[in-house]
Nanobody, 123 residues
Framework: QVQLVESGGGLVQAGDSLRLSCAASGRTFNNYAMGWFRQAPGKEREFVATISGNGGTTAYKDSLKGRFTISRDNAKNTVYLQMNSLKPEDTAVYYC????????????????WGQGTQVTVSS
């Protein structure tokens, strides 16, 4: 397993942008597919985006396509989530997660999780 630490959350206004980062420990980062999930109060954790180990394959929650972009820098052991045109309904705790091999979109498919970073979007 890898250790994951998210950063970059905060309080922003609707329409603003944020970039979340997730730093991973270990020397085999490129063996791991990475994912971003989010959880709003009273709701289940939901899939946001995922990226393959070499960055060549990505997938997104349909409603977030065009606003959110996942990327990774394997030299820095870091995965990013660029969030543009933020809306109040994007308010949630955002988690990054890792799993060996191919991408996935369900939380149960991921083995390692970060502690989460809060994103709050005011109207």
């Amino acid at each position: 397993q890898v250790q994951l630490v998210e950063s970059g959350g905060g309080l922003v206004q609707a329409g603003d942008s944020l970039r979340l980062s997730c730093a991973a420990s270990g020397r085999t980062f490129n063996n791991y597919a990475m994912g971003w999930f989010r959880q709003a109060p009273g709701k289940e954790r939901e899939f946001v985006a995922t990226i393959s180990g070499n960055g060549g394959t990505t997938a997104y929650k349909d409603s977030l396509k065009g606003r959110f972009t996942i990327s990774r820098d394997n030299a820095k052991n870091t995965v990013y989530l660029q969030m543009n045109s933020l809306k109040p309904e994007d308010t949630a705790v955002y988690y990054c997660a890792a799993r060996l091999r191919c991408i996935a979109i369900t939380p149960d498919s991921f083995d390692s999780w970060g502690q989460g970073t809060q994103v709050t979007v005011s109207s």
